[in-house]
């Protein structure tokens, strides 16, 4: 297992442009969870988590430490959009590896706006 990790590792060394991705797409969500860990602040308010037309109230209030688990969803999305990306480069070739590192990316972005956007409604001004 820990040789197949090291032989991955060396053939993504060898592709500069998707190892900058990785690099990029690991400090987005590392920086990204320092931003929620220094926003985040403790509140009686409940923020809107989620709509339904299905249900009574239509929508769904949590806590405030819900934020946090943005910062897990980026964490998660980093971890497993870099392994496939060096798994597709090695199995299918560069244009889809870069493809996917690309997405993860950009879904590491739409969570930081929404959590920004969230923050900038439920803080107090």
């Given amino acids: 297992m820990l040789d197949t990790i090291k032989q991955s590792f060396k053939e993504l060394i060898t592709n500069r442009y998707l190892t900058v991705l990785t690099a990029v797409t690991v400090l987005l969500a590392l920086s990204f969870v320092t931003y929620i860990l220094l926003n985040v602040r403790p509140s009686e308010l409940q923020l809107v988590t989620h709509y339904t037309a ?70 107090p001004v």
């Fill in 54 to 123: 299905y249900g009574v109230t239509h929508l769904y209030r949590d806590q405030w430490y819900y934020l946090f688990t943005f910062g897990a969803l980026a964490l998660l999305v980093a971890f497993i959009h870099v392994a496939l990306s060096i798994k597709l480069f090695i199995t299918k070739g560069h244009p889809l590896a870069i493809m996917f590192a690309w997405m993860g990316i950009g879904v590491i972005l739409f969570a930081w706006v929404t959590a920004a956007s969230i923050i900038n409604v439920w803080s």
